[in-house]
């Protein structure tokens, strides 16, 4: 099969120069030079190296390996600008494709042509993609039926532009959609422009918004704002609810008329720009507290995607901690292969109020302190044992064809599950249950619990 996909990267170009062949986590498993004008690595001092580690300019985003591993669709004749671990920069036209079996992709094999040089327009080109680094809606993991509709719902709405408002906690990932929102848009070659609205004060965040006048104040420079910067692109105004009253109107007037005035300057400048806002609490007690103007939510909201909690959609954890192992795994070169039962317990009865955030700088704290290749409990914060989760729900019981004596011992097992999930050691485990310790590890003999 691979001899088959060589043949025809082969004949992809006049002269190709090298050939490269990743699994579907990105670690090389073949690396040829087919030119021998070209002096680069040799296959056995890359085999077995992420590509990203070969390559250290690279990132998940700009790597067109790790974008097809991603995608499972092929970039044809793509220019890269890439340093390697030798500190060599190169200049290359790449071709990368997907290897698939039975519908899965299991690697990918890539093509390259070496070239001298590239014009400055190309690099400039090149430069400006790579900055972006922007998410995707391949960024959003998900099995959750609510978020996946929600997905679906971006792929609609990004290609107007209209104005999207995004209501979530802090965590949920408000602008990995805001991104998703730009990268699937008609501006996506435009800018993408972020702002945290509550991280700055009024006085000066009205400056960076609308941009200044030379002179406006004691050594003010001529300068463009947001708004100007973001223009054919997309502006992101992040927790607007922080904002004055008077500053909400400013922002209204912006929306309504399309121009800017700089602060200290007469004259007004037009701008073209998609805005998407966020706010961290509810919007309709924001407007009825007066923390947000209702015209201007109105204005705002044209579209409006509320994300859930991770609370709410527990069935994504074990995916999404899969998905952080395999990050932290190539950035710190580490082979955790997973969670314990009992870390897997401690997670699916946690409230997690940081969300996905919190989650993962909990699988990077515990990449930094874990012993072995399965992070255990006593690789987690210990204060994740002193929440309990849920406790105004009640466990409803489900009858079916099970018998009392199963019921009572599926109970049981999920009485010491959570006991031990909340618990430092087996002493404090059995301290909770009010028995022995000896009894406490036969139950866990009985039930196969480890």
């Not at 690279?58 to 890269?80: A, F, H, N, Y």
């Not at 790579?130 to 996946?148: G, R, V």
């Amino acid at each position: 099969m691979l001899s088959n996909y060589l043949e025809k990267m082969l004949r992809l170009y006049e002269r190709t120069d090298a050939i490269l062949i990743t699994d579907s986590n990105g670690y090389i498993e073949y690396s040829s030079m087919v030119s021998s004008d070209i002096n680069n690595f040799k296959n056995a001092e890359v085999t077995g190296k992420h590509i990203l580690e070969v390559y250290t300019s690279l990132t998940e985003d700009t790597s067109s390996i790790m974008r097809v591993l991603k995608t499972g669709q092929p970039i044809i004749d793509e220019k890269q600008i890439v340093k390697n671990c030798k500190g060599e920069t190169l200049y290359l036209i790449n071709s990368t494709f997907p290897i698939v079996v039975n519908k899965k992709v299991i690697g990918a094999i890539e093509a390259s042509v070496y070239l001298d040089e590239l014009s400055e327009e190309e690099i400039n080109h090149i430069n400006d993609k790579s900055i972006k680094n922007l998410y995707t809606l391949d960024d959003i993991i998900t099995s959750n039926e609510s978020l996946l509709e929600i997905k679906n719902r971006i792929r609609k709405i990004a290609t107007n532009n209209s104005p999207v408002l995004i209501v979530g906690e802090t965590g949920t990932g408000k602008e990995l959609v805001a991104q998703s929102i730009h990268s699937h848009s008609k501006r996506s070659d435009g800018p993408f422009v972020s702002q945290n609205c509550a991280a700055i004060p009024d006085t000066l965040l009205e400056s960076i918004l609308f941009g200044t006048a030379k002179g406006s104040y004691t050594g003010a420079e001529e300068k463009k704002g947001m708004f100007e910067v973001a223009s054919e692109g997309t502006l992101f105004l992040d927790e607007i609810n922080s904002m004055s009253m008077g500053m909400q109107s400013k922002i209204l007037k912006v929306l309504e008329d399309k121009k800017v005035r700089r602060v200290g300057d007469s004259k007004e400048i037009k701008v073209d720009v998609r805005v998407v806002s966020a706010m961290n609490k509810d919007p309709v007690s924001a407007i009825e507290k007066n923390i947000i103007r209702s015209d201007l939510f109105y204005r705002l909201s044209v579209v409006q995607i509320k994300l859930p909690p991770l609370r709410d959609r527990k069935e994504d954890i074990a995916i999404l901690v899969d998905s952080f192992i395999n990050k932290y795994n190539r950035e710190m070169q580490r082979n955790i292969t997973g969670i314990s039962d009992l870390v897997k317990g401690l997670f699916d009865n946690y409230a997690w109020p940081g969300n996905v955030r919190e989650l993962r700088n909990i699988v990077e704290s515990a990449f930094n302190i874990a012993k072995s290749n399965t992070i255990t409990m006593q690789d987690v914060p210990e204060y994740l044992f002193n929440s309990r989760v849920n406790k105004n729900k009640t466990d409803t019981i489900n009858i079916g064809d099970h018998s009392l004596p199963d019921m009572i011992e599926n109970y049981e097992k999920k009485i010491l599950l959570t006991a031990i999930s909340e618990s430092k050691n087996m002493v404090d485990a059995a301290k909770k249950l009010k028995i022995s310790r000896q009894s406490l590890q036969y139950k866990l003999n009985k039930y196969d619990i480890q």
